[in-house]
């Protein structure tokens, strides 16, 4: 999708400048032993070849894009994969901030355009539409990581696209038709997350606000529980075209095919974990899901197996892949065995997916577990020691990440925060 995207784009200069940067980001992650450094930007790496000719070829992007946007000489695609190419580099360097603020840029053009050539007509030229499907996968990622858009967007953006949703097809007639589909349900999944925690706040009675005043506690639990049946009845349905297409599809020699159908079967199944539980209000819920969390831990390693067969050497990559499945294990499986196997595959494979990077998760993961093992009673984990609430923030400058949880001292004792600053 990324590769199909750039290549009508490449005629613009700022864009081949922006292409050879991170091509020669990818060429220095080969020559290091510790891709930390290089994600860190320190010193030691300044001297680096590969590392020089990016900063300079990424330089001249910024320079030239600037120039462009400024004569008013620049179209809609062009903007759009500017906005890609600077999330791609930001995000190699950790510059989470900046990286996040790109696809927000992009989602808002996309809205803007949507408004204005749609609905008015003004001659805009429409974006492709794999420049949209990137921004949507894009959006998803950031949506998992951070977003702080308000509840009233969220309300709203939990639908849209919900009339293509309806007319999804009863069999997908190609992985990358599967994988759009997925996209637009995981993309509501999101944005119904987001509402769902405003809701249960409300609920648990944290503060009181026009909705609580509006629908009262319990109708907003109700009206929660039905926005959830929606999009289960989403998923369920995407699911069903899914495995209509793999009865019909012939994966064995075909090893692209084969590990997308690994990629979609554990991202659903992590997704949809997610959304069954999304209303919970006790932890001891997770342990109903151990068979489904041993799943996810066998679909995360066939894929990085597959991955690695592929390039031992590769060392970030725009999507998510296995990331955001395994730190869901990590915090939320409290059986031994499967939640110390999810640490495991995040340290083996050493990658920043996105604006996800695998060895700060593991570091987190690993505190957050080593949190509650304080509290241990022979192989279990009791409810009341259990964490909830888990925030990280950033702070760029000093290269830290805060992690924050709610926690139990005893049982029945109040909630109590627990923090910590992780180097990244």
Not at 40 to 61: C, E, P, T
Not at 116 to 125: D, F, K
Not at 152 to 160: D, I
Not at 190 to 207: C, I, N, P, T, W
Request: proline share 2%.
């Amino acid at each position: 999708m990324h590769a199909s995207m750039l290549s009508g784009a490449c005629t613009e200069p700022s864009i081949r400048h922006a292409v050879v940067a991170l091509a020669a980001l990818h060429e220095a992650t080969i020559t290091v032993q510790q891709s930390r450094s290089l994600s860190f930007d320190r010193l030691g790496l300044v001297a680096n070849m590969h590392h020089r000719q990016a900063i300079k070829h990424y330089s001249k992007a910024i320079q030239i894009m600037r120039k462009t946007v400024a004569s008013g000489a620049q179209d809609m695609r062009t903007t759009l994969v500017t906005c890609f190419m600077i999330f791609g580099f930001e995000a190699f360097h950790g510059n989470i901030a900046l990286a996040v603020a790109q696809v927000q840029t992009g989602i808002a053009l996309i809205g803007e355009w949507k408004e204005n050539y749609l609905l008015r007509g003004t001659p805009y030229s429409a974006p492709d539409e794999d420049v949209i499907e990137t921004f949507l996968c894009l959006e998803i990622q950031t949506m998992t990581f951070h977003d702080n858009r308000p509840y009233e967007s969220h309300a709203v953006l939990r639908k849209e696209y919900a009339s293509k949703v309806q007319n999804m097809p009863s069999s997908f007639s190609s992985m990358w038709e599967a994988t759009k589909y997925f996209y637009l349900v995981k993309k509501h999944l999101e944005h119904f997350l987001h509402v769902s925690k405003r809701f249960m706040s409300l609920y648990r009675g944290a503060g009181e606000d026009s909705l609580t005043t509006r629908h009262g506690r319990e109708n907003l639990l109700q009206e929660a529980m039905s926005y959830q049946a929606y999009h289960q009845e989403e998923f369920s349905r995407w699911y069903a075209s899914f495995e209509a297409l793999l009865r019909q599809s012939d994966l064995e020699n075909d090893s692209d095919a084969a590990a997308r159908v690994n990629y979609l079967q554990l991202h659903f199944k992590a997704s949809n974990l997610v959304l069954q539980t999304a209303l919970a209000t006790d932890e001891l819920i997770y342990d109903d899901y151990t068979a489904k969390f041993s799943e996810i831990i066998s679909l995360a390693t066939e894929l990085i197996e597959k991955v690695e067969s592929r390039s031992k050497t590769a060392r970030w990559t725009f999507d998510l892949s296995v990331v955001f499945p395994l730190y869901l294990v990590g915090i939320k499986c409290r059986f031994s065995m499967i939640k110390h196997q999810a640490l495991g595959l995040l340290r083996r494979s050493q990658r920043r997916e996105g604006i996800w990077d695998n060895i700060l998760v593991w570091r987190i993961v690993r505190w957050i577990q080593s949190t509650e093992d304080e509290a241990m009673e022979g192989e279990l984990i009791p409810g009341w020691a259990r964490v909830e609430d888990v925030q990280s923030s950033f702070d760029v400058q000093e290269r830290y990440v805060e992690v924050k949880c709610q926690q139990r001292l005893a049982e029945g004792s109040a909630l109590r925060e627990r923090s910590i600053n992780i180097e990244w």
